[in-house]
C-alpha cells in the first residue's frame, strides 16, 4: 500500500522532532529512513504506526487519511528496536497474539498462522521457547514473524539490526531485503547506519535535524548528492572536502586550494561565472595515490589503515589532510612524498555559503 | 562460609537476633508461664501449655477467629484493588496527572498513625456532624453515628486506605519498570486498553502483586493500632476485636487491671504461627519458584 506523509510536523514542547516532512513511498517499495542520532527518525515511524499523534500535517495510506485511526486499525506490523517481545509468553503465543487479539479468529487458525509465520522467518523450532531463552537474532526473527502474522499492508521496522553482532547483522540484513520482496510488503526502517540503508533500501530518506536532507536511490545519493551534509553522510569512510577558489584558464574551470590544483570538467563546473569559491567534495575511493608531481596534489603520507581488501591512507598536505584509498599491495614508509590524482569526473562543488549542491 | 563473610553479615546478624530472635524466644518462653499483674515479677510459675489450653477452650475465641478472618481479607481485597485501580489509573493516565493522584493517596502514609485515625474517628462522628455523613447524605444513605453502627466500614476503610497507598506505590513503580515498547507493541498488535491490562501489564507484575499480598496478609494479622485508635474492638464487647488487638487487650491494657503477660505472650506466638503458615501458603499458591528464574550470571 501507497504511503503518503504531507508536512508531516511533531513537537514534543519547545523541541520540534519531526519538521514539515513530506515523503511518498510508492506500494511495495521497501524505504529506508537513516539519519544520526536524534533526528526525528523514531518519532516519524511512531506517527506512522499510531503511537504518537502528529502536531500537523497529514498520513496517508492508499487513498485514505490515517491520522486519526488507532494503531490496530491502520494495518501495519512493527517491529520494535527493542524487539518488544512480551517476557511472559513462548514464542509462540507471542507471535499469536496479533491473531488472539482479533476477534473471529479460530484457535486451529492461529496456530496454522504461527507456524506459517515462524516457518517463514526459520524459528519454527523454537516455539516452546520463552524470549530470554533465545539469541538476539532470533528474538529478532520472532519480532519479524509477529509483525508480519496478521498479513499487515505496511511494515514498520525501528532500528531491526542494530542489537546484532555484525556478523549476524549482515545476514539478517539480506535476509530482511529477502523477505520483504518474497512477502511484497510496503515496508519502512529506520536506521543511523548507512551501509544499511544503502544495502537495503531501493530509496533512503536521510534526515537531519526533524528535517528531511534527501530522498534518492541509494545510487543517486551516492553519485549525486544534493548537498554537502548528504555527501558528508553518505559514504565510508567520508567524503573528503577542502574549500577551494574557482578561477579560469583557457577556458576550462580551475579550482586551487593550498597545494592542490584541479581542472575542472565542464560537467563538474559550475554554470556562469558568479561563483568565486566552492567546497570541493572527493571520496577516498576516487583519490588515486601517484608519484609525486604526478597528480593533482602533493604531500607526505600520514597513516595507513590496512583494511584487507583495501588500505586507507591519510596524506597530509600543507595543514590539510586528503583520505585516499590504496590497493592491498600499496607500501610506503610514513612521511614519504607522494602526489594525489583525483578522478575529476567524481568530483563534487557545493556552495560553501549555503552548502547546496553547484555541479 | 570464610571469616570475611562473617565479618560483612556480623552487623545485619547481630540486629536480626537482637531485635528478631530475642523477642521471639522470650515471648515463646514467657507463653508458658503464668506471669501477670496479679504474680508480679517473683510469684509466677511455668504451667506448661496452659495458656493455650485456655485460648482454645476460650467463648470469644471463635468470635475472633472469625472477626480477625474477615477484617484481614476484606481489608486485603480492598488494599489491592483499589492500589492496583490507582497504579493502572495514574500510570495509564498522563503522567502528571498520575503524580498528583499517587500524592493524594500518600497523605494517609505520611500522616502520623494518631492524627490519621483521630481524623477518621472526627470524620465518622454521629449526626449532625461528621464528613462522612455530609457526604453521603446527598447519594442517599442515612446520616448515622458511624462506629456504632457501622464500626467495620469504618475498620476497613481507615486500614484499606493507608495499605492502598503501599500497594499503588509499588505497583506503580513495577508498572513502570516495564519497557514502554512493550504497551506500544501490544497497541500495534490490536490489544484494547483492558487486553493491555490483562495480558500484558498484570502477568508482568506477578511478583510484586504477590509480595504486596503476603506483606499485608502479614501486616494486617499483627497489626492493631488504627483499630485501637478508632473503636478499640467495640462497640459492645469484642465486635471489631482482632487477634492481634486480643493480645494486646490481654497482656498490655484491660479493664479488668490484671494484665496477664503469659496469655497474652501465647496469643501472639500463635500468630506468628499462622502468619508463617499463611505466608508459605501463599508462596506455594502462587508458584513462588517458577518466578524466581534461574541467574543468568553463574557463580561457582
Ligand atoms: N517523548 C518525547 N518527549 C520529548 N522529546 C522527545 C520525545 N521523543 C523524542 N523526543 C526528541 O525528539 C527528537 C527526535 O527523537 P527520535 O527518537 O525520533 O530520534 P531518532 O532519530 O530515532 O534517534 P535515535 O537514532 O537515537 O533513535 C530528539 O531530540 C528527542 O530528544
Ligand atoms: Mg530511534
Redesign the pocket.
Known amino acids: 500500500m501507497r504511503v503518503v506523509l504531507q508536512q508531516l510536523t511533531?513537537r514534543?514542547?519547545a523541541?520540534?522532532?519531526?519538521d514539515a516532512l513530506d515523503l511518498e513511498i510508492k506500494s511495495g517499495e521497501f524505504v529506508g529512513?537513516l539519519?544520526?542520532?536524534?533526528?526525528?527518525?523514531?518519532?516519524?515511524?511512531?506517527m506512522i504506526a499510531g503511537i504518537?499523534r502528529p502536531t500537523g500535517g497529514a498520513i496517508v495510506f492508499g487513498d485514505h487519511r490515517v491520522e486519526h485511526l488507532m494503531p490496530k486499525d491502520r494495518g501495519i506490523g512493527m517491529v520494535f528496536?527493542s524487539y518488544a517481545l512480551y517476557p511472559h509468553m513462548t514464542v509462540a503465543q507471542n507471535i499469536g497474539f496479533p491473531l488472539a487479539m482479533r476477534r473471529g479468529v479460530a484457535g486451529d487458525e492461529i496456530t496454522r498462522r504461527v507456524r506459517e509465520a515462524a516457518a517463514l522467518v526459520h524459528v519454527d523450532g523454537l516455539l516452546a521457547r520463552k524470549p530470554a531463552q533465545l539469541s538476539g537474532g532470533q528474538q529478532q526473527r520472532v519480532a519479524l514473524a509477529r509483525a508480519l502474522v496478521k498479513r499487515p499492508d505496511i511494515l514498520l521496522l525501528?532500528?531491526p539490526l542494530s542489537n546484532l553482532d555484525a556478523r549476524l547483522r549482515h545476514e539478517m540484513r539480506g535476509e530482511i531485503k529477502r523477505l520483504q520482496k518474497e512477502v511484497g510488503i510496503t515496508a519502512i526502517f529506520?536506521t543511523?547506519d548507512q551501509l544499511e540503508a544503502l544495502t537495503m533500501a531501493d530509496r533512503v530518506a536521510l534526515?537531519s535535524d526533524?528535517r528531511l536532507q534527501a530522498y534518492a536511490t541509494p545510487k543517486e545519493l551516492y553519485e549525486r548528492p544534493v548537498n554537502q551534509f548528504v555527501a558528508e553522510f553518505i559514504g565510508s569512510p567520508p567524503m573528503n572536502f577542502f574549500a577551494a577558489e574557482l578561477g579560469r584558464r583557457n577556458g576550462s574551470v580551475l579550482a586551487t586550494a593550498q597545494g592542490i590544483e584541479i581542472e575542472l570538467p565542464p560537467a563538474r563546473a559550475p554554470r556562469g561565472d558568479g561563483q568565486r569559491q566552492a567546497t570541493v567534495g572527493i571520496r577516498p575511493e576516487h583519490l588515486a595515490i601517484v608519484a609525486p608531481g604526478a597528480g593533482h596534489a602533493n604531500g607526505e603520507i600520514y597513516v595507513i589503515e590496512p583494511m584487507g581488501r583495501e588500505q586507507i591512507v591519510d596524506v597530509q598536505i600543507g595543514e590539510r589532510r586528503l583520505r585516499a584509498i590504496a590497493p592491498p599491495g600499496f607500501s610506503a614508509p610514513l612521511g614519504a612524498s607522494v602526489g594525489l590524482r583525483a578522478a575529476v569526473d567524481q568530483l563534487h562543488l557545493f556552495d560553501p555559503a549555503g552548502g547546496e549542491r553547484l555541479a | 562460609m570464610n571469616s570475611t563473610a562473617l565479618l560483612f553479615m556480623g552487623p545485619a546478624a547481630l540486629l536480626v537476633i537482637l531485635f528478631f530472635f530475642v523477642p521471639v524466644v522470650i515471648t515463646l518462653g514467657l507463653s508458658l508461664t503464668d506471669a501477670a499483674t496479679a504474680t508480679g515479677l517473683s510469684n509466677w510459675k511455668w504451667i506448661g501449655l496452659d495458656n493455650y489450653d485456655q485460648i482454645a477452650r476460650g467463648s470469644f475465641t471463635m468470635l475472633i477467629i472469625r472477626n480477625t478472618i474477615f477484617y484481614v481479607l476484606v481489608t486485603l481485597a480492598f488494599n489491592v484493588v483499589v492500589g492496583l485501580g490507582i497504579a493502572l489509573l495514574s500510570t495509564h493516565v498522563e503522567a502528571k496527572a498520575g503524580g498528583f493522584f499517587r500524592a493524594l493517596w500518600l497523605l494517609p502514609r505520611i500522616s502520623p498513625s494518631a492524627v490519621y485515625a483521630i481524623m477518621w474517628v472526627w470524620a465518622a462522628a454521629a449526626p449532625p456532624f461528621g464528613i462522612m455523613n455530609d457526604v453521603l447524605s446527598p447519594v442517599g444513605v442515612a446520616p448515622r453515628d458511624w462506629l456504632n453502627t457501622d464500626p467495620w466500614v469504618i475498620v476497613i476503610l481507615v486500614n484499606g486506605f493507608v495499605g492502598a497507598s503501599l500497594g499503588m506505590l509499588v505497583f506503580t513503580s513495577a508498572i513502570n519498570s516495564i519497557p514502554e515498547d512493550l504497551f506500544r507493541a501490544a497497541r500495534v498488535d490490536g490489544a484494547s486498553a483492558w487486553q493491555i491490562v490483562r495480558r500484558i501489564t498484570l502477568p508482568l507484575i506477578r511478583w510484586p502483586v504477590l509480595f504486596v499480598l503476603v506483606y499485608q496478609t502479614m501486616s494486617l494479622m499483627a497489626s492493631y493500632e488504627y483499630i485501637l485508635l478508632t473503636t478499640n474492638g467495640g462497640p459492645g464487647l469484642y465486635t471489631t476485636e482482632v487477634w492481634s488487638l486480643w493480645a494486646f487487650h490481654t497482656a498490655l491494657s484491660n479493664y479488668y487491671g490484671n494484665l496477664e503477660f503469659g496469655l497474652g505472650a501465647a496469643m501472639a506466638a500463635g500468630l506468628v504461627v499462622i502468619g508463617l503458615v499463611v505466608s508459605f501458603t501463599m508462596l506455594r499458591l502462587f508458584r513462588f519458584d517458577e518466578l524466581v528464574s534461574d541467574p543468568r550470571v553463574e557463580i561457582t
Open positions: 511533531k514534543f514542547g523541541v520540534t522532532a519531526v529512513l539519519g544520526p542520532s536524534g533526528c526525528g527518525k523514531t518519532t516519524t515511524l511512531l504518537y528496536q525501528d532500528e529506520v543511523h534526515m526533524a
